[in-house]
């Protein structure tokens, strides 16, 4: 999937507030796929840190775009499963969101998620498992 194809899917099936992140693609291909998540301080709850619905919100998203490239497109899916670790702390700086695709079976696609802060420090780490709906 091209960076156009990637942006197309993110419009067409994402809720507006998760558009509203504005991730955008930085590297894709069959078996993982790395997305931005650009800093804004409106991501940041009174404690000063990005909250970690939007950690899970662009886990999610990552999830989907990882598992529509090993499929060659987008099919109907359903999160079954987001487990999530928050290992530190991110106050300030863009975020790399990469997921990879660890088995991609007839029903279901487990997948791993992991999100660097802006000094390449694992903030973030997930687990989760999709149903394919088709």
Known sequence: MD???IRELLDRVLAPWVRAL?????KVDDESATLRLP???EL???GGVICGQVFMAAAD????????AALGGFKP???VSLNISFMKAVRKGDVLVTARVLRLGRNLVFG?????DEDGRLAVHA????????
């Open 3 to 5: 960076d156009n194809a």
């Open 22 to 26: 504005a991730l955008t693609p930085v």
């Open 39 to 41: 800093f804004s301080g």
């Open 44 to 46: 940041r709850h009174s």
């Open 61 to 68: 998203t990552a999830m989907i775009v990882a598992i529509s």
């Open 77 to 79: 899916m359903t999160t």
């Open 112 to 116: 791993e998620v992991e999100l660097f």
């Open 127 to 134: 687990t989760t498992t999709y149903a394919l709906l088709d």
